[in-house]
């Protein structure tokens, strides 16, 4: 008898329905296809992920991520600490060298120096925003509330939507809208600031997660959907879903929590090390930091690399990479390129065979897939810097 069985037959229990992101009907009143994603129905897809990827890279693509979490870092009323100081203990970033309205990856470590998720970090002008993975968030504060001392708060914004357009266009759709002290097109990548959408006060930041140049819009829920549709009715935009966003993150090379990255990697394996700021490395100060040290000193087993596949068969995550008849990796990440018109993987090798060129193979339902190992992003970025 299944854990599922048991649960449908017992009466005094009740399934526990999924939490509703602000643009559910939105979404659906457009026609997209919902799956569950992190405890909420999202949209996988509109009229397909092939050509909604396409239309990204040609065009811009709204995509809704308001499952994510944003948190806002701030002293409690009446309390006297430095906010920065107690971050930096939590965080193995240098915020000295963040300026406000400045945007930072970073990574949130384990003591033992493990990966609990990724992150961005924004200083504003009285505290920290902070944007974290839509899976992981509610361990995420749990994580930072034990890190951090109780003189800070913890604002999880949950009334907030985010929403994020990107593509070559995105600048192009998005200025006509933008009313703010700076100019949408001097923002710079990885640089935010305020403005407002139709009359809806929003924090633009010029980043994403699909390799284009683009931002990120951060708003109250309630005028999500007129600002999605102020948005759409540009002739550059159309509605994208997450299926779309999964592939064109993987051409970038930008590793997905739960998948790339998991409390079994540290930093220096994954090849994350730039969310360990400079300073940080040597002073050390926050959780995990021995590890990384440690990683950076002696180096890894194993680390994370692309890999280009011949034919077109796809790799798929938990397949075997194999050299010769031995075992030297696994991938972690895999699928169709549609940009590059071939298969491409991510996935953690033995360090002695992760040299750009070095044939691998992969093994996938029975048969043995040719590959070799490719530097990545797989597809240039194309960061406004």
């Known amino acids: 008898m299944s854990e599922i069985s048991d649960f449908e037959n017992d009466p005094d229990l009740e399934p526990i329905e999924p939490a509703i992101l602000p643009l559910d009907a939105w979404h659906r009143g ?10 909420y129905p999202m949209p996988i897809q509109y009229e397909g992920i092939l050509a909604e990827h396409l239309w990204t890279r040609e065009s811009a693509g709204l995509f809704d991520v308001s499952h994510m979490g944003q948190l806002y870092i701030a002293p409690a009323e009446g309390a006297e600490i430095d906010v920065e100081a107690a971050l930096e203990a939590a965080l193995p970033i240098d915020l000295a060298t963040l300026k406000t309205g400045s945007v930072r990856y970073s990574l949130l470590l384990d003591e033992e120096g493990g990966i609990l998720d990724d992150l961005m970090v924004t200083r504003w002008n009285s505290g920290f925003y902070l944007v974290v993975n ?44 933008a009313k703010g002290e700076t100019p949408l097109t001097e923002l ?26 683009g931002f990120e819009i951060a708003i109250p829920g309630e005028d999500a959907a007129k600002v999605a549709d102020l948005l759409c009715g540009e002739p550059e935009v159309k509605p994208i879903g997450l299926g779309a966003r999964d592939s064109l993150r993987l051409e970038a090379g930008l590793p997905l929590y739960g998948h790339d990255m998991t409390p079994e990697q540290g930093a220096v394996e994954a090849g994350l090390i730039f969310g ?63 940009t590059l ?37 797989f597809v240039p970025n194309r960061y406004v810097r």
């Not at 457009?30 to 405890?39: I, L, Q, S, T």
């Not at 935010?192 to 633009?204: C, D, K, N, Q, S």
């Not at 796809?314 to 397949?319: K, L, Q, V």
């Open 30 to 39: 457009k026609g997209a296809r919902m799956v569950e994603f992190a405890g």
């Open 134 to 177: 839509g899976a992981t968030k509610w361990d995420d504060i749990g994580t930072l509330r034990e890190y951090l001392p109780d003189e800070v708060n913890i604002n999880h914004l949950d009334d907030n939507a985010l929403l994020a357009l990107q593509g070559p266009k995105a600048v192009d759709a998005l200025a006509r809208h």
């Open 188 to 213: 710079k990548f990885m640089k935010g600031a305020a403005y407002t959408l139709g009359g809806v006060e929003a924090w633009i930041s010029r980043s994403g997660y699909t390799g284009e140049d």
């Open 276 to 338: 360990v700021n400079k300073r940080r490395r040597s002073e050390g100060g926050f959780p995990g930091a021995a590890r990384v040290q440690k990683d950076l000193a002696e180096g890894t087993q194993r680390l994370r690399i692309g890999l280009a596949l011949e034919g077109r068969m796809a790799a798929r995550e938990g397949a075997k990479v194999m050299s010769g008849d031995n075992e030297v990796g696994i991938v972690t990440s895999g699928g169709f390129a549609p």
């Open 341 to 377: 018109q071939h298969p491409i993987a991510m996935a953690y090798v033995d360090t002695a065979l992760t040299a750009n060129g070095t044939a691998l193979q992969i093994e996938m339902r029975g048969k043995r897939l040719d590959a070799r190992v490719v530097a990545m992003p």
